[in-house]
C-alpha cells in the first residue's frame, strides 16, 4: 500500500503571497489531518476533514483553510503569507478508526 | 502552556547507554501515544496506551502510562545509533481525533 503522499515538498514564497499544499491520504483512509511544526511550538493541529467535511479545528487565523475532495485528496491553503508561517506541514491520514499515518510533509519558507 | 510537557528537550549520548524521556500533563487522557521522527520525515507511530499503568515492550523500548492517565515515559534499553530521531508524545482527550502533542525530545546516538 503506498503511503502517505505531499506535493511539494519544499516550498519558497514570499510575504504578501498565497500557496496552496497537497494532501493523497492512504487508499481507502477518509480522514486527513493537517498539522504545523515549528521549532519553537512543535507540532500543532490546524484542521482535520472527514469525507469532504471540516471535522475539527486547531487554533489558527481564518488565513489557514483547507478542503477534502471526494476522493479523498485534501488541500490546505494559507494566504497572505507572514514569515511565521514559515514550518513543516504535515498531513496524515487514518481509516475510520485507528493510527494516523503522517506524511513527509511539505517545508514552507516565507521570505 | 503546553499541554503536553516532555523532558528532556535534548539528549547526546554514546550508543549502549539507557535513557528515560518523560512526558507530562496535568489533563486526563484517554489514550496516548508516542512517535519518533527522523528528518526529513513525518512522524511514525512506536505505540499507543490507552489503559492507566500500562506497561508495553517493543524491543528495547519501554512504555509506561501512569496510573491516572495523565503521564507516560519511554525508557530505551542499550541505545543504537539508529535510534537517532525526535521523539514525540500526544495524546487526545475524550473522544477528540485532535492530537495534542509535546515539543519532543531529540535523541542523539553517538557510535
Known amino acids: 500500500k503506498a503511503g502517505v503522499t505531499q506535493t511539494p515538498r519544499y516550498l519558497i514564497k514570499t510575504r504578501g503571497q498565497q500557496v496552496t499544499l497537497s494532501c493523497s491520504p492512504i487508499?481507502?483512509?477518509?480522514?486527513v489531518s493537517w498539522y504545523q511544526q515549528t521549532p519553537g511550538q512543535g507540532l500543532q493541529f490546524l484542521f482535520e476533514y472527514f469525507s469532504e467535511t471540516q471535522r475539527n479545528k486547531g487554533n489558527f487565523p481564518g488565513r489557514f483553510s483547507g478542503r477534502q475532495f471526494s476522493n479523498s485528496r485534501s488541500e490546505m491553503n494559507v494566504s497572505t503569507l507572514e514569515l511565521g508561517d514559515s514550518a513543516l506541514y504535515l498531513c496524515a491520514s487514518r481509516a475510520v478508526w485507528g493510527e494516523q499515518y503522517f506524511g513527509p510533509g511539505t517545508r514552507l519558507t516565507v521570505t | 502552556t503546553q499541554l503536553l510537557e516532555q523532558s528532556p528537550q535534548f539528549l547526546s549520548i554514546q550508543e549502549g547507554e539507557n535513557l528515560t524521556v518523560y512526558c507530562n500533563s496535568s489533563?486526563?487522557?484517554?489514550?496516548l501515544q508516542w512517535y519518533r521522527q527522523e528528518p526529513g520525515e513525518g512522524p511514525v507511530l512506536l505505540v499507543t496506551?490507552?489503559?492507566?499503568?500500562e506497561v508495553k515492550k517493543l524491543k528495547r523500548l519501554t512504555f509506561q502510562f501512569g496510573d491516572a492517565r495523565k503521564d507516560s515515559s519511554l525508557h530505551i534499553t542499550a541505545a543504537q545509533t539508529g535510534d537517532t530521531g525526535l521523539y514525540l508524545c500526544a495524546a487526545s482527550q475524550g473522544g477528540s481525533e485532535k492530537l495534542v502533542f509535546g515539543k519532543g525530545m531529540k535523541l542523539t546516538v553517538n557510535p
Open positions: 487508499s481507502g483512509h477518509r480522514s
Open positions: 489533563s486526563v487522557f484517554s489514550s
Open positions: 496506551v490507552v489503559t492507566g499503568g
